[in-house]
Every structure is written in structure tokens, then in C-alpha cells.
């Protein structure tokens, strides 16, 4: 079992399996064809994460510590046939909903200009954007953007509309098709982006996406980066028709120098939707917990699909 947390950190893990920790270094703990439970290591560059993966000939779980897996997609064609791939549902959305609520606030009330102005020692009053009484729109409503609607709900917003892949009913109301976004986007003052890079979102808030928000609208982007067209979407904010709230971006990382960090109306932070104190004891849990299913031959959680499978599980 290849764990990117050392073993001796994680209590209740099954004893009778061999642990080795790889974090994503140079060299690798062991021979990879012998690794059965092969846990990604978590914010390294997909090309560490891939780097095993031809060499794993008897894996029979790639586990990621993301929610996405776009990070080891690359590489499911150099397994064999029957290997399940699990993401970490679960392990992020209280981070992530936190930094969601975190940047829409922080854009709507104007927080990056008061910093600005406290380092000029300037005192900066007028009135801002409140989010009560504002519709929001929340783009991808899987585990993460149901924890999204968690924590706007004691904002008092005007209402809180939903699109995910497929149609469905929820206690709080009806889930939208992304067939529907074009009539949803005209009426939202905060859009949120928060579903998964697939191959039918990359790009999915394009040049006509954005065109059909309305004037004025905050666009909140803690998905991938490459869900939001990046020239489109600087030629909105340079038209200062549209703000936005990225903490992910495309390329990524923002190299220095590039025209998003000058751009106007847009607050920038650097993929911290995950990485916080709220990360480890969750992602522990859940390697025990998967871990004690792995050795007691239970179902594994969080299958997103099965190589070789045609269809996801």
C-alpha cells in the first residue's frame, strides 16, 4: 500500500497489509509492481502523480486525496482492466465551501481594495455589494456545491438556483441540466462554479456562457481552471462588465507577468480551496476507513469508475 501520509500518522489502519509512504519523491519506496493500493499523492503536478502508473501491474485501487481525479485521468489507459478509481468525497467540502463564502464576500464587499488602502493608510468608506437579497447560481452540485448551499443559506440570499449533469429533486428544491444554464444566467448576481473537469465542462463557461451573465455579476470559480475559458473571460473583466473570484486558474500555476493578475475586478487565490487544517483528519478517515473495506473485501466508497468497465460506477 503506498500512502502519501506516513502510516505511523494514521491510526486504525488494518494490520495485516505492508505500508510504504511515497509523497511524490524521486525515488519510489519499493517496486511499484508489487503496490496493490496505490493512494495519489495529494497537490503534486499530474506528471508525479502519473509517474507510477505504467508500472502498476498488480494495483487493483488508484485512490485520489482530491475530489477531482482530472489528475490521473491521463494515465487510466496504461492500467489493466478492472482497477477501481475513488476520489475523496467527502475529505474537501467544508474547506472549499469555506473559501467559496470566503471569496464571494471578500468580492462583493470590496476586502482587496481595503487591504490596498490600509497600505496606503487611506481611509476607504462608500457602500458595496451585500450578498443578501442576491441570486446565486451554483454550477456543479455534487458533495462540494451542496456544502456551497450550506453555508449561504444564513446570508439571507434572494435564492439559490442548482445545475449538475443529470435532473433531480433535492429537500431543497429542484437540480437543474446544464441544458438549462442559459435561462438560469441571465437572473444571477453570483455564479459558482464548483462541478468536475470533464472533458464536456472544460471550457464550459465560455464567450456565450459569460455574455449571457447578466451585467454587474460576480463569476466564483473553485472548480479547475480550465472550466472557464481564460480569454473570454479576461475580455469580460477588462470590460469591467463581470468580476470575478478564481482560485483556480488556467494555466496553473498564474505565471508572473500573466494579464489575469492585472486585470480588473478580479480576486486571485492561489488553489487553497483544500489544503487546510480541516484536510488531514479527514482524509486519515478516510484511508482507514477504505482500507479496513480494501482488507475485509466490502465495497469500496467513492468509485468514480472501473478501467476496462464501460460504464462509471
Known sequence: MWLPIPPDEIEGLPESLNYLFWDGGEDFPADPARCVYYVVPYMKPVEVCLRPLPHLSSVEVVQTLS??????MPGLGLLRPGVRLCNAR???????????????????????????????????????PALADKNVLIVGYGAIGSAIEDRLVPFEVARVA???????????????PFTEL??????????????????????????DFLARMKDGALLVNVAR???????????????????AALDV??????????????????????????????FLPRAERLLTDQLNRFVNRQPLRNVILTTGATDKA
Do not use: Y
Open 162 to 176: 442548482r445545475v449538475a449533469r443529470s435532473q433531480r429533486t433535492t429537500a431543497r428544491g429542484p437540480v437543474h
Open 67 to 72: 475530489a477531482g481525479v482530472d489528475n490521473v
Open 249 to 278: 486558474t488556467d494555466p496553473e500555476p498564474l505565471p508572473p507577468g500573466h494579464p489575469l493578475w492585472q486585470a480588473p475586478g478580479v480576486l486571485i487565490s492561489p488553489h487553497v480551496g483544500g489544503p487546510t487544517s480541516a
Open 90 to 128: 467527502g475529505v474537501h467540502e467544508a474547506s472549499t465551501a469555506e473559501l467559496t463564502l470566503t471569496l464571494v464576500l471578500a468580492s462583493l464587499r470590496g476586502v482587496p481594495d481595503f487591504v490596498r488602502a490600509q497600505d496606503r493608510g487611506e481611509w476607504l468608506g462608500g457602500f458595496r
Open 182 to 207: 442559459p435561462s438560469l444566467l441571465p437572473e444571477a448576481d453570483v455564479v459558482i462554479l464548483s462541478t468536475p473537469l470533464t472533458e464536456s465542462t472544460r471550457h464550459l463557461a465560455n464567450a
Open 225 to 243: 481552471g480550465p472550466v472557464v475559458d481564460t480569454k473570454a473571460l479576461l475580455a469580460e473583466l477588462e470590460s469591467g462588465r463581470l468580476t
